[in-house]
């Protein structure tokens, strides 16, 4: 497998775990492509209706599906043999489906997660989870995929931009050219770390700016809370070694402000229904698509206390999500805090 500006789709095998929206969209855009795609589903019923039908009905509803997709419930056939795996599960169960599928990875295999959040029990990001579960993949063969990316638009064929990111340049070129369409563009970082943590943490503040909309507290704090969210994760980041700059890009500022702003958001729609009044518990009972966020807010607590960083944000969504703070005490809160000059020292 050579790299090159024409990726021959014969000569690359690739598999995609998990057929959530996300994970249907970007395998839908690699087939589109011409790339032979297997396709790993939870659910039995997803796999009939894509052969069926041609369509994810559950999770991307309304899009055609490449007939170079093809859905699978066997996931070491998924996995087996592959020289890219893209792995597109919700963070609360990468430990899990990671380690059933370890032992049919190959050691010369890509891995490449676009999955965003942070596991609660170790602080780890997903790469890290990767790392401890595919052991026989070398570190420099994995690479992460975050931006501004609703999963709906990509599927559409809407102009989107993203980053891949991977420890070596070679990898995340490679992965960038898989990828890359003339309605999907990706830009390349080997900043790791940054680029999973921008993709993670924006989703605790995006559920902070669902409150703030469901509260109606408009548009100016809506901008402040988007702003010192920004602060919050820059600070996280710089701590665990990110580069500050990549918060001011596709998966800093970019994720940043379309899922604390764009109705497609879970993030946000779960925010705006605890501002609105309604019960954690009540709201994800409904849902069929995971909110990242919630999971991820608990991590992103304890692990700040942890170091030390200072997250009053994100404390405070923890504390409307798993303490029952009333979202007007938390906003009141924020609000009444020592005061002090704007700007950190980095």
């Known amino acids: 497998m050579e790299l090159n500006n024409d990726i021959d789709p014969n000569e690359i095998k690739i598999g995609v775990v998990g057929a959530g ?4 969209a970007l395998a839908n855009l690699m087939a589109s492509k011409g790339f032979d795609i297997d396709l790993w589903v939870f659910e039995k019923e997803v796999v009939s209706q894509i052969l069926e039908s041609g369509e994810n009905q559950y999770f991307l509803p309304g899009v055609k599906l ?30 899990e489906t990671t380690l059933i599928m370890a032992d049919h990875v190959s050691k010369k295999a890509i891995v490449a ?7 609660n029990k170790t602080h780890l990001t997903m790469n890290g989870v990767l790392q401890e579960t595919l052991p026989q993949v070398p570190s420099e063969h994995f ?22 990111a991977s420890k070596d340049m070679q990898i995340a070129t490679l992965v960038q050219q898989v990828l890359v369409t003339p309605y999907f563009r990706v ?50 980041g710089v701590r665990l070694g990110a580069n500050p700059r990549t918060f001011t890009g596709l998966a800093g500022y970019g994720d940043l ?30 849902m069929r698509m995971v909110a ?20 009053p944000i994100s404390h405070e969504i923890y504390r409307i999500l798993y303490e029952d703070l009333d979202p007007k005490e938390a906003v009141y809160r924020l609000m009444t805090r020592d005061l002090k000059q704007e700007l950190d020292e980095i």
Not at 67 to 94: E, F, I, Q
Not at 191 to 204: F, P, T, Y
Request: charged share 20%.
């Open 21 to 24: 929206s996300w994970g249907t």
């Open 66 to 95: 490449s007939a170079n997709l093809r859905p699978h419930n066997d996931l070491a056939k998924v996995v087996s043999g592959k020289d890219l795996l893209l792995v597109v599960v919700p963070s609360h169960v990468m430990r």
């Open 113 to 119: 997660s676009a999955s965003k959040g942070i596991e």
């Open 143 to 164: 690479a992460v995929i975050s931006g501004p990316s609703f999963a709906k638009e990509v599927a559409l064929n809407l102009p989107t931009v993203v980053t891949v």
């Open 187 to 236: 830009y390349t970082s080997d900043d790791v770390i940054g680029v999973e943590l921008g993709g993670s943490l924006k989703n605790v503040i995006a559920l902070a700016a669902g409150v703030i909309d469901g509260l109606q507290l408009g548009l100016n704090t809506r901008a402040a809370l988007i702003t010192r969210g920004m602060t919050e994760i820059r600070r996280l």
């Open 257 to 286: 402000i379309l899922t604390c702003t764009g109705d497609l958001s879970r993030n946000h729609t779960v925010g705006k229904k605890i501002g609105e009044g309604q019960k954690v518990d009540d709201i994800l009972g409904e």
């Open 292 to 311: 990242e966020g919630v999971k991820t807010a608990k991590s992103v607590y304890n692990l700040s206390r942890k170091l030390g960083v200072e997250m």
